[in-house]
């Protein structure tokens, strides 16, 4: 079963904040880092890192080779990738002392997929392949629906929640995976195992992954529910937690791990993620998940 990531790059420019900037306010940042980011690249690094074999099939824009090489260097194909004359996307990243930040994207290259690039990539799958998407993308609803006429598993990081991805028909996605607040956005109610619950009535054969931040992780499957805890960590920043976790939880389900240790696998390499700066760069390799799972 092969992996093809419909997926964002970003150049992230992160800085250090004392606070989160206000409205109105101008505000002296401690410090600065460039690094490579993107949820889309995060995902096809943590698929990579953790242990299975994926393609990346995002956009190319201007000065963006620096985001292909960061690909390259963890193992991921990127023989899908396609340049394009946008500039390459990217965000600015607020990161206060606690790791908690708040992100502003620019799609730029990202928001240039075109169907016949998705015919294109999907060309070669085969029913039961595996497909990842993200809403930082363009042309994600007639992804949707290529990957439905083609019988492939899209796994669907409902992130970043806007008004064109509450119009998505979510039954055609194999599995949802929404945070608390994207839970509650397209569910319509706060309590987020409640929007958990009307998510899984109004959408009875997809499965869904609910992450909870320290809360820890659900996941329901043919009406089976699995729980996993979150394990301790000292949050330094949290940019690519989610990323890591997606990335690591479609990595071990691909190649036939169970849906437990999928998503224990998935929860000890976003703990190792927050602990470290940066995005792509914080994410871990299998052997180190392993053994932080074993040392428990």
């Not at 809360?215 to 529910?225: I, Y």
């Not at 995005?279 to 053994?291: G, T």
């Amino acid at each position: 079963m092969q992996i093809i990531n419909f997926g964002s790059m970003n150049l992230d420019h992160i800085y250090a904040v004392p606070h989160m900037i206000l409205g109105g306010e101008t505000l002296l940042s401690t410090g600065l880092t460039e690094a490579p980011g993107g949820k889309g690249l995060n995902q096809s690094i943590a698929v990579a890192r953790g242990g299975s074999a994926i393609r990346h099939a995002g956009m190319l824009g201007q000065g963006g080779e620096p985001l292909k090489a960061c690909l390259e260097e963890s193992g991921v194909d990127t023989s899908l990738m396609v340049p394009c004359d946008a500039p390459q996307g990217h965000t600015v990243i607020q990161v206060i002392p606690s790791g908690q930040n708040s992100i502003i994207v620019y799609g730029g290259s990202n928001q240039q997929l075109t169907r016949e690039h998705i015919d294109h990539a999907l060309a070669a799958t085969a029913p039961g392949d595996w497909v990842m998407a993200q809403n930082e993308i363009s042309n994600l609803d007639y992804l949707l629906d290529a990957c439905a006429a083609r019988g492939l598993r899209l796994v669907l990081n409902a992130s970043p929640i806007n008004d064109a991805l509450l119009q998505l028909d979510f039954s055609k996605v194999a599995w949802l995976v929404v945070n608390e607040l994207e839970a509650a956005a397209i569910a319509g109610c706060d309590d987020p195992l409640e929007a958990a619950a009307k998510l899984r009535a109004r959408y009875p054969e997809t499965a869904l992954l609910l992450t909870l931040g320290e809360s820890g992780s659900v996941s329901w499957e043919d009406g089976v529910e699995v729980r996993q805890a979150a394990y301790p960590a000292r949050a330094v920043d949290t940019t690519a937690a989610g990323d890591t976790f997606m990335g690591y939880f479609v990595a071990a389900l691909a190649r036939g791990e169970d849906r437990q240790t999928a998503m224990r696998l998935a929860s000890m390499a976003s703990s190792i993620a927050v602990s470290r700066p940066g995005a792509a760069p914080s994410i871990p390799v299998l052997a180190e998940v392993e053994a932080a799972l074993a040392a428990l």
